[in-house]
């Protein structure tokens, strides 16, 4: 409860913090029996929070100040370095155990959203936990227990962001319940009986899930997009119905990117922004947000117009060979509608980046930092075989690649893009010998 009241006010206390995680996994820890489903997920939520605050401290910072990450990574990052990185995978692996071994069936669904949120917010994936908690939810879905809007898409997102592969009957039965609890007097979802269930930056969230996932059932979408943009093109009347200030930035870009992706793997389902999109959407400048949004911008931006040194130096060693490159080339969403004919709203938005680019023969290079990949803590798991690639992203070692780089792949994979990926490790293994560096380089073209 103390850790929680911390949390859920905002304040840091990373001395905190690191003591009650070492009371409970040092060697002689008092490990987490005895805890309610409540109190483990409670715990569980309020450390991945204390280093979500971090990213209020970054965005308060402006440019004052130079950042080594952000976003996920950043969280991750402040996560360790409050409590220590082998403490902190340790805390939420006894946590996992523990949560198992009490029996998922006696968490409720909020202690769930928040268990599974706070795995994902750290990029911290329990394989064998997050197995366990999709059986509970379809088999509350078939019990017919009421889940909350804001806990659907919890539950979404989480398994979106650290890839988690859930099976598609997870998807599919979630979207029946979503139909069924939207459904208005006449049995039909309109803007007013979607808004009694869920938040618009909750609906955008559910949205990009199921782009990750790469499943769009047709009644699911059309719910989410009556629900985000509505179908009279008044951006007025939704922030009214809504009870909000317009659509966070987060929640635009999301929709460029579920649109997109829609747009070429379901386009049977003709979904459409509106015409001027985002123009009048958006918040209002100067709008303060509260701090009771756990979903801020971590999964959706796949823009990053930051250069690191690892970026340069592999850039050079690719210009040493011969392949020819620019750094950080961003796709807008004029370029994507003239040349890819992809009908995204006329505004011009930068839309997409690829780390290293040659622009004729459109191969890219994406130097897999860190932030890239999620952190499998479980030993009993089975290496993933769903989603593969030709083996490019099959798990290696205690990582894989996270839902958002999976997404991005996909969608310059459709514009035409051949995208290499290149793991940091890799590269930093080779300790600095030019030659080494060519020859790696030349095998991955």
Not at 189 to 198: G, H, L, N, P, T
Not at 331 to 342: L, R, S, V
């Amino acid at each position: 409860d103390v850790l929680w009241a911390f949390s859920k006010i905002g304040v840091r206390h990373p001395a905190l913090f690191k003591k009650v995680a070492h009371h409970l996994v040092a060697a002689n820890g008092r490990g987490f029996g005895g805890f309610s489903s409540q109190g483990l997920g409670n715990t569980l939520w309020s450390f991945a929070k204390q280093a979500q605050l971090s990213l209020e401290v970054i965005d308060s910072l402006g440019d004052s100040v130079k950042l080594g990450s952000t976003g996920r990574l950043a969280v991750y990052e402040t996560s360790c370095l409050d409590i220590g990185e082998k403490a902190i995978k340790t805390l939420f692996v006894r946590a996992a155990e523990g949560g198992v071994e009490l029996g998922l069936d006696r968490f409720t669904n909020q202690d769930l959203s928040n268990t599974v949120w706070a795995y994902s917010t750290l990029g911290l994936l329990h394989s064998g936990f997050f197995k366990e908690a999709e059986n509970q939810v379809l088999k509350r879905l078939k019990n017919l227990r009421p889940f909350k809007g804001q806990e659907i898409a919890n539950i979404l997102w989480s398994f979106a962001t650290l890839n988690a592969q859930p099976d598609p009957v997870l998807i599919d039965e979630l979207s029946s319940y979503i139909a069924s609890v939207c459904s208005g007097k006449k049995g039909v979802a309109d803007e007013y009986s979607i808004s009694k269930v869920f938040k618009r930056q909750e609906l955008a969230n559910v949205a990009w899930s199921c782009a990750v996932v790469g499943r769009y059932p047709e009644e699911l979408m059309k719910i989410l997009y009556t629900g985000i943009v509505g179908t009279a093109n008044d951006p007025n009347r939704m922030k009214q119905i809504f009870h909000d200030d317009g659509l966070q930035q987060s929640s635009i870009m999301t929709l460029y990117y579920v649109q997109l992706a829609a747009d070429i793997e379901a386009s049977k389902l003709q979904l459409a922004l509106p015409p001027g999109f985002p123009n009048g959407w958006g918040e209002s400048e100067g709008h303060v947000r509260g701090n009771g949004d756990d979903l801020i911008e971590m999964s959706s931006s796949m823009l990053t117009l930051t250069i690191s040194k690892l970026q340069r130096d592999v850039s050079n060693t690719f210009t040493e060979i011969g392949f020819e490159n620019v750094l950080e080339h961003v796709i807008d969403t004029n370029e994507i509608k003239d040349e890819y004919g992809f009908q995204l709203p006329q505004t011009p938005q930068e839309f997409l980046s690829i780390d290293i680019a040659n622009i004729g023969q459109k191969v890219g290079v994406e130097v897999d930092g860190p932030g890239h990949f999620v952190r499998l803590i479980d030993d009993t798991r089975k290496p993933s075989n769903k989603v593969t690639l030709n083996g490019m992203f099959a798990d290696k070692g205690e990582n894989r690649v996270n839902g958002p780089t999976l997404l991005k792949h996909r969608l310059l994979t459709h514009l035409g893009w051949n995208i290499i990926h290149l793991p940091y490790w890799e590269y930093q293994s080779l300790g600095g010998v030019r030659e080494k560096e060519k020859k790696y380089c030349k095998s991955l073209l």
